[in-house]
């Protein structure tokens, strides 16, 4: 029989912090309730863990196959499948992304199979500032009129890497031909269905996306703008605020997510970051 989990809301209807679970020490049936609970929920919070590399393979492992990372340079040496995220420098080099993630996306959005599921664990965070926000699609999808509903389904959005590495503001990087034959463009559906849970979302991004197919720009770009204005309204966005010792988990199937700024001149942060493989959008 499955152990019953102490959980609390993230927000009402969306995500759960997981209470009174150590991921290092518990048991296969409990860990197996996570991962339930995760994919029910849409993100998982579990505080005050202290997580060693080999902890969060273990751990990730359960949710499917680690993916890996477009960027190699900030992996973690001995762990390419934990990418850093920090504004340190070591010999006057930074040792991880800064400024990654900030912007309403879903994680991988470019790639034929876009990661399941993103984990972050945070090893230092600053006092202020670099709160990740997560907005429920599906919440978002459900709260649109059925005539409106009907006007989106069928819509599809070309994704694309080169788009976003030329058009982002922070950190603007023309690829190599290399890296443009790894990454081509995509297309994946406006309206997607979870396939664990049969819940369709809103499933719309920025940065990677391009245009909505068979339809003019700036027509298509501002349909979109709109979208994901809508989606990332208050009653729909669950805001975290980073302590030591948090994993957050959010599936990039059901939300989207940004990364906000901090004072990078007073304060430092470091943290982990983790994907799962996924499937083709349907």
Same mark, same amino acid.
């Given at each position: 029989?499955?152990?019953? $989990?102490?959980?609390?809301?993230?927000?009402?209807?969306?995500?759960?912090?997981?209470?009174?679970?150590? $991921?290092?020490?518990?048991?296969? *049936?409990?860990? %197996?309730?996570?991962?339930?609970?995760?994919?029910?929920?849409?993100?998982?919070?579990?505080?005050?863990?202290?997580?060693?590399?080999?902890?969060?393979?273990?751990?990730?492992?359960?949710?499917?196959?680690?993916?890996?990372?477009?960027?190699?340079?900030? @992996?973690?040496?001995?762990?390419? =499948?934990?990418?850093?995220? +920090?504004?340190?420098?070591?010999?006057?080099?930074?040792?991880?992304?800064?400024?990654?993630?900030?912007?309403?996306?879903?994680?991988? /959005?470019?790639?034929?199979?876009?990661?399941?599921?993103?984990?972050?664990?945070? !090893?230092?965070?600053?006092? *202020?500032?670099?709160?990740?926000?997560?907005?429920?699609?599906?919440?978002?999808?459900?709260? $649109? +009129?059925?005539?409106?509903?009907?006007?989106?389904?069928?819509?599809?959005?070309?994704? /694309?890497?080169?788009?976003?590495? /030329?058009?982002? =503001?922070?950190?603007?990087?023309?690829?190599?031909?290399?890296?443009?034959?790894?990454?081509?463009?995509?297309?994946?559906?406006?309206?997607? @269905?979870?396939?664990?849970?049969?819940? !369709?979302?809103?499933?719309?991004? @920025?940065?990677?996306?391009?245009?909505?197919?068979?339809?003019?720009?700036?027509?298509?770009? =501002?349909?979109?703008?709109?979208?994901?204005?809508?989606?990332?309204? %208050?009653?729909?966005?669950?805001?975290?605020?980073?302590?030591?010792?948090?994993? $957050?988990?959010?599936?990039?199937?059901?939300?989207?997510?940004?990364? @906000?700024?901090?004072? %990078?001149?007073?304060?430092?942060?470091?943290?982990?970051?983790?994907?799962?493989?996924?499937?083709?959008?349907?």
């Amino acid at each position: 029989m499955a152990p019953q $989990l102490k959980l609390r809301e993230l927000k009402p209807g969306f995500g759960a912090e997981i209470l009174d679970v150590d $991921l290092t020490t518990a048991d296969n *049936e409990t860990l %197996d309730a996570v991962v339930d609970t995760f994919n029910q929920r849409g993100a998982i919070l579990l505080r005050g863990q202290e997580m060693e590399p080999d902890d969060l393979m273990s751990f990730i492992s359960r949710f499917g196959q680690p993916e890996g990372h477009t960027q190699k340079q900030f @992996t973690l040496p001995g762990y390419p =499948e934990i990418f850093i995220l +920090s504004n340190r420098e070591v010999d006057g080099k930074p040792i991880g992304a800064h400024n990654d993630g900030v912007g309403w996306h879903t994680d991988y /959005s470019y790639k034929e199979e876009p990661v399941k599921c993103t984990m972050l664990y945070a !090893k230092e965070v600053p006092p *202020e500032g670099s709160d990740t926000l997560l907005a429920d699609q599906c919440a978002a999808y459900n709260a $649109l +009129s059925e005539e409106r509903k009907a006007e989106l389904d069928g819509l599809k959005l070309h994704h /694309s890497y080169q788009h976003l590495m /030329s058009t982002r =503001e922070f950190g603007r990087m023309e690829l190599s031909e290399e890296m443009k034959a790894a990454n081509p463009d995509v297309i994946h559906p406006l309206i997607r @269905t979870h396939p664990a849970n049969g819940r !369709k979302a809103l499933w719309v991004s @920025t940065g990677t996306v391009k245009e909505i197919v068979g339809m003019p720009n700036p027509e298509g770009l =501002e349909l979109v703008d709109e979208l994901v204005d809508f989606v990332t309204r %208050d009653e729909f966005v669950h805001r975290h605020k980073w302590q030591v010792g948090d994993i $957050l988990m959010w599936d990039n199937r059901c939300t989207l997510h940004t990364g @906000t700024v901090y004072d %990078d001149t007073k304060y430092y942060r470091l943290m982990h970051r983790l994907w799962v493989k996924g499937d083709k959008p349907y």
